[in-house]
């Protein structure tokens, strides 16, 4: 990777006379040089999110394939900071919406009998598979009535292919995320932790 | 072990150094580390032989969701989404090969088998991450390079003239396909091809070693 984000010379040492002379190469060499690093930094931040889908990582193309003069290098450049900026805005609002969710959990799993029909998912602090944790009563109505809370821990994803890929958090499971996390620019619908992170509401009884 | 075996009895057919293509003066100024290599085979592309298919599905079973999510960070994939971004593409909607093939390993759940071309592409694309692609070698006339396309110039087959300075794939006479894109009609290869050309495309930050080592693969599962 370092050759490809390195400072070349005509950078620096030959920048100002080429400049002086009305050459822009040196000023592409360096756009790309940057454009090179965002592309980094995106990538880093495309890992770090799984499996947070609704992302949108995608910039909109320059009309390529073709050498692209430094004015439409800079509108790349330019469009990967303000998605980059846009990403981490998003992991930000969503990181601290599952920190407080995960918060939460740790009130609700700690006295069950406060927060009656709570139901939290993995989704809403930020962990991959299906499994969420459920304040319900113990032996039903009963239970209500006499206030036996407890929680309950549900046993993963839904079967995808039938009995045989019931195994939680199974490879198949996995390799789903990832497909939907990878073609997070068409996947329209915002998770709930999202939503939630935009309304300011925090998990709600279901 | 078996996997190991397996790369160890591929045919020594496929060790045939790869030819070097030219890049036009302006372009490789512009964009250092740009180039093209490619190797002929005397093949025919068809169902893909045991062999193939099995190399294929133990592919498939290292190739898991983990290495998807990391594989921006990694050298070879990355040097490619750096390119993409430089030369105007983006790579979430015109995907890197590597990325393609990862995606559709995602969705199916296996590197699916279609033809011991796609397939023999197939692993040389994942095992290197380096793009292939290829062309029927009784079509091409001269040696390959890549160039910017001239005023006028069009992709046979393809409605319009391409943009002037659109960067192609080109033989001595004619545009032969769009740089990671479209190839022109007839220049594919097609059922009644005999000889295949296998041409590797390398961006800055690809080495060389991956590069033949990417033909190598491609080569040696195209003559099993």
């Given at each position: 990777m370092p050759d490809l984000l390195e400072h070349h010379d005509v950078v620096d040492s030959g920048r100002l006379e080429a400049l002086l002379h009305g050459d822009e190469r040196p000023a592409r060499v360096e756009l790309r040089r940057q454009v090179a690093r965002l592309e980094l930094e995106l990538g880093e931040l495309f890992a770090s999110a799984?499996?947070?889908?609704?992302i949108e990582y995608s910039v909109a193309p320059a009309g390529g394939p073709r050498m692209l003069g430094v004015g439409e290098l800079e509108e790349v450049r330019d469009a990967l900071a303000g998605r980059i900026a846009d990403v981490r805005g998003i992991l930000a609002d969503r990181g601290y919406v599952e920190e407080r969710n995960r918060e939460f959990l740790e009130r609700v799993i700690a006295e069950p009998e406060k927060y009656h029909w709570v139901r939290i998912s993995n989704e809403d602090i930020g962990e991959p598979g299906c499994r969420h944790w459920h304040a319900r009563p113990r032996l039903g109505l009963i239970g209500m009535l006499m206030g036996w809370w407890r929680i309950k821990l549900s046993s993963g994803c839904p079967l995808a292919q039938g009995?045989?890929?019931?195994?939680?958090?199974s490879p198949q499971a996995f390799e789903l995320q990832v497909a939907q996390a990878a073609q997070a620019p068409w996947l329209q619908a915002a998770p709930a932790a999202a939503r939630r992170a935009v309304s300011g509401r925090g998990p709600q009884a279901r | 072990m078996a996997g190991e075996e397996e790369i160890a009895g591929l045919?020594?057919?496929?060790e045939a150094a790869p030819e070097r293509g030219w890049v036009a003066p302006a372009v490789a100024g512009e964009l250092p580390g740009l180039g093209l290599a490619w190797t002929t085979v005397e093949a025919k592309s068809g169902r893909s032989p045991r062999q193939v298919k099995e190399r294929l599905r133990e592919l498939s079973n290292r190739f898991h969701g983990g290495h998807a999510i990391q594989m921006r960070q990694r050298p070879i994939p990355w040097a490619y989404r750096v390119f993409f971004r430089q030369i105007g593409l983006d790579p979430d909607r015109t995907r890197t090969p590597i990325e393609e093939l990862a995606l559709q390993r995602m969705k199916e759940g296996h590197f699916k088998s279609q033809s011991q071309l796609d397939d023999a592409l197939t692993i040389g694309i994942v095992e290197t991450g380096v793009a292939l692609r290829a062309f029927d070698a009784e079509r091409v006339e001269g040696r390959l390079g890549i160039r910017a396309s001239a005023p006028g110039e069009s992709l046979e087959g393809r409605p319009g003239e391409l943009p002037s300075g659109t960067l192609v794939i080109a033989d001595e006479r004619r545009p032969l396909a769009l740089l990671f894109g479209a190839t022109a009609e007839g220049r594919g290869v097609h059922p009644r091809t005999g000889r295949i050309m296998l041409v590797a495309m390398q961006v800055k930050g690809v080495p060389d070693i991956s590069v033949e080592e990417a033909l190598w693969l491609a080569n040696a599962c195209l003559t099993i």
């Amino acid at each position: 990777m370092p050759d490809l984000l390195e400072h070349h010379d005509v950078v620096d040492s030959g920048r100002l006379e080429a400049l002086l002379h009305g050459d822009e190469r040196p000023a592409r060499v360096e756009l790309r040089r940057q454009v090179a690093r965002l592309e980094l930094e995106l990538g880093e931040l495309f890992a770090s999110a799984f499996p947070r889908g609704g992302i949108e990582y995608s910039v909109a193309p320059a009309g390529g394939p073709r050498m692209l003069g430094v004015g439409e290098l800079e509108e790349v450049r330019d469009a990967l900071a303000g998605r980059i900026a846009d990403v981490r805005g998003i992991l930000a609002d969503r990181g601290y919406v599952e920190e407080r969710n995960r918060e939460f959990l740790e009130r609700v799993i700690a006295e069950p009998e406060k927060y009656h029909w709570v139901r939290i998912s993995n989704e809403d602090i930020g962990e991959p598979g299906c499994r969420h944790w459920h304040a319900r009563p113990r032996l039903g109505l009963i239970g209500m009535l006499m206030g036996w809370w407890r929680i309950k821990l549900s046993s993963g994803c839904p079967l995808a292919q039938g009995r045989a890929a019931s195994r939680t958090n199974s490879p198949q499971a996995f390799e789903l995320q990832v497909a939907q996390a990878a073609q997070a620019p068409w996947l329209q619908a915002a998770p709930a932790a999202a939503r939630r992170a935009v309304s300011g509401r925090g998990p709600q009884a279901r | 072990m078996a996997g190991e075996e397996e790369i160890a009895g591929l045919p020594a057919e496929g060790e045939a150094a790869p030819e070097r293509g030219w890049v036009a003066p302006a372009v490789a100024g512009e964009l250092p580390g740009l180039g093209l290599a490619w190797t002929t085979v005397e093949a025919k592309s068809g169902r893909s032989p045991r062999q193939v298919k099995e190399r294929l599905r133990e592919l498939s079973n290292r190739f898991h969701g983990g290495h998807a999510i990391q594989m921006r960070q990694r050298p070879i994939p990355w040097a490619y989404r750096v390119f993409f971004r430089q030369i105007g593409l983006d790579p979430d909607r015109t995907r890197t090969p590597i990325e393609e093939l990862a995606l559709q390993r995602m969705k199916e759940g296996h590197f699916k088998s279609q033809s011991q071309l796609d397939d023999a592409l197939t692993i040389g694309i994942v095992e290197t991450g380096v793009a292939l692609r290829a062309f029927d070698a009784e079509r091409v006339e001269g040696r390959l390079g890549i160039r910017a396309s001239a005023p006028g110039e069009s992709l046979e087959g393809r409605p319009g003239e391409l943009p002037s300075g659109t960067l192609v794939i080109a033989d001595e006479r004619r545009p032969l396909a769009l740089l990671f894109g479209a190839t022109a009609e007839g220049r594919g290869v097609h059922p009644r091809t005999g000889r295949i050309m296998l041409v590797a495309m390398q961006v800055k930050g690809v080495p060389d070693i991956s590069v033949e080592e990417a033909l190598w693969l491609a080569n040696a599962c195209l003559t099993i």
